[in-house]
């Protein structure tokens, strides 16, 4: 019978190879979630198979004359073009191999924000002169019409002073701040040096 969806077990530690092969309905399915105890998932395991060119019973026909399983002679192809994979690494991992989409490890979760920290551009765990000379940089770009060349989560972070703009004042507070905390103000918030 065709499977619109699938639950796997907690313990389940992997999918064997054609597990969900089917000739008909192919597009039932909209999505899997791998749990992450599954470690591996076999050959075509969600590559499902359908010919274009012969009917279901005439392959099984020459499947059977040549004595080989009717898979064989079928050419692979994904349920759907919206066909999502969830879960484990081997998910991820299948999905790739397979070009079909990945969408995460829990669907019901959305991907979460990095968190960004005041001043820290760089992701060296430091708010430091580098990260001053970064705002200046893209503060120049900004200032010339170019694009500042920072991620969202670095404009964030770039912008100290929340004044909705990156530029020199929010450099001046990161140089002031590392400056107190290269001076032993080891408990100094960079919160401290916004006027």
């Known amino acids: 019978a065709p499977v619109s969806s699938v639950t796997f077990g907690s313990k389940t530690v992997s999918i064997g190879a054609n597990a969900f ?32 060119d012969k009917g279901y019973a005439e392959l099984c026909k020459e499947a059977e004359e040549l004595g080989v399983p009717v898979q064989n002679l079928m050419g692979p192809t994904v349920a759907n073009k919206d066909f999502i994979l969830y879960g484990s690494k081997a998910a991820e991992r299948y999905a790739n191999e397979n070009g079909m989409i990945y969408g995460g490890t829990d669907p019901t979760v959305e991907p979460e924000k990095p968190q960004v920290i005041l001043g820290e551009l760089n992701n060296d765990n430091a708010v430091n002169a580098s990260d001053a000379a970064m705002i200046l940089i893209a503060a120049a770009s900004i200032g010339a019409g170019e694009d ?19 530029n020199a004042s929010d450099a001046a ?19 401290d040096f916004i006027k």
């Open 21 to 52: 092969v089917r000739d008909t309905n192919v597009d039932l399915m909209a999505s899997v979630i791998i749990p992450e105890s599954v470690k591996s998932i076999g050959e075509k395991a969600f590559g499902y198979y359908k010919d274009s």
């Open 148 to 166: 500042a060349g920072l991620t969202d989560a670095q404009k964030a972070a770039a912008d100290v002073n929340h004044d909705g703009s990156v």
């Open 173 to 191: 507070i990161v140089l002031i701040y590392a400056a107190a905390v290269g001076a032993g103000q080891e408990d100094a918030k960079i919160e």
